[in-house]
């Protein structure tokens, strides 16, 4: 039987072990990248082709993966929104997060079911902690507070920055609206600075990130993304 839903880390493992089968057997993957690099698309089409395999998999997002995290998604993305603080910022993502966990990703998980999540606490990371120059450690100590679990195996989608934000610009325009997001908004200079975040991440934990170049077609690197999820997280694996 297959099952796919949609919904409407970071545990550090050496310091805080988890409970002993509290995610089952499940695993829970990310996407992450900067604006335009093609993440939700990829993570579309990865949705359909495994809808059609035995198992539970569960498709989410951050910020957005629950109904709270809706409406902070307004606060947070919403064009022309209220500016912020950088550390209001942060804990905005992270409340975001404790709700998503609790409400969606540690139920499916303790089911056994493969979760796939459109951003998670890499893209805090990378974008308030380095773009935004709140730093690495305060957001690690953060979510080892809170307790957040670690990712199975994080890809980052890497793409040009100039590419990435006219892809973006132009995604704005098919969904006719000439109206920038929130961070599209950011000078290009931020933008190569989460791009930075990203690749800084991969250096210290390369046992879970894959970076993945984005560049060329959406089937090129539909190919690319599905050689790379069979191969580090056996999820077309008939046996599941």
Same mark, same amino acid.
């Given at each position: 039987?297959?099952?796919?839903?949609?919904?409407?880390?970071?545990?550090?493992?050496?310091?805080?072990?988890?409970?002993?089968?509290?995610?089952?057997?499940?695993?829970?993957?990310?996407?992450?990248?900067?604006?335009?690099?093609?993440?939700?698309?990829?993570?579309?089409?990865?949705?359909?082709?495994?809808?059609?395999?035995?198992?539970?998999?569960?498709?989410?997002?951050?910020?957005?993966?629950?109904?709270?995290?809706?409406?902070?998604?307004?606060?947070?993305?919403?064009?022309?929104?209220?500016?912020?603080?950088?550390?209001?910022?942060?804990?905005?993502?992270?409340?975001?997060?404790?709700?998503?966990?609790?409400?969606?990703?540690?139920?499916?998980?303790?089911?056994?079911?493969?979760?796939?999540?459109?951003?998670?606490? #890499?893209?805090?990371?990378?974008?308030?902690?380095?773009?935004?120059?709140?730093?690495?450690?305060?957001?690690?100590?953060?979510?080892?507070?809170?307790?957040?679990?670690?990712?199975?195996?994080?890809?980052?989608?890497?793409?040009?920055?100039?590419?990435?934000?006219?892809?973006?610009?132009?995604?704005?325009?098919?969904?006719?609206?000439?109206?920038?997001?929130?961070?599209?908004?950011?000078?290009?200079?931020?933008?190569?600075?989460?791009?930075?975040?990203?690749?800084?991440?991969?250096?210290?934990?390369?046992?879970?990130?894959?970076?993945? #170049?984005?560049?060329?077609?959406?089937?090129?690197?539909?190919?690319?993304?599905?050689?790379?999820?069979?191969?580090?997280?056996?999820?077309?694996?008939?046996?599941?």
């Amino acid at each position: 039987m297959s099952l796919c839903l949609s919904a409407p880390a970071f545990l550090w493992y050496d310091d805080f072990p988890l409970e002993p089968g509290i995610l089952g057997k499940g695993k829970f993957i990310t996407f992450e990248g900067i604006e335009g690099c093609g993440k939700t698309l990829q993570l579309s089409l990865l949705e359909a082709e495994l809808c059609h395999r035995l198992g539970e998999w569960v498709f989410t997002r951050e910020p957005g993966g629950t109904e709270f995290g809706r409406e902070l998604r307004q606060i947070l993305l919403g064009k022309g929104s209220a500016p912020r603080a950088p550390v209001a910022e942060l804990l905005l993502y992270m409340a975001d997060r404790v709700q998503h966990l609790d409400q969606v990703i540690r139920p499916a998980l303790a089911r056994g079911a493969v979760v796939l999540c459109d951003r998670y606490l #890499d893209a805090t990371l990378a974008y308030q902690g380095h773009a935004r120059g709140l730093g690495f450690p305060l957001i690690d100590e953060m979510a080892a507070v809170l307790g957040l679990l670690k990712p199975d195996l994080t890809l980052v989608l890497d793409l040009d920055v100039e590419l990435a934000l006219s892809r973006a610009r132009q995604r704005n325009r098919l969904e006719g609206s000439d109206a920038l997001g929130r961070f599209e908004a950011e000078e290009t200079e931020f933008h190569r600075r989460v791009q930075e975040g990203y690749r800084l991440l991969a250096a210290r934990e390369p046992q879970r990130f894959v970076m993945v #170049d984005a560049g060329g077609t959406p089937e090129e690197v539909a190919s690319r993304v599905r050689s790379l999820v069979a191969e580090k997280a056996g999820l077309f694996d008939e046996a599941r």
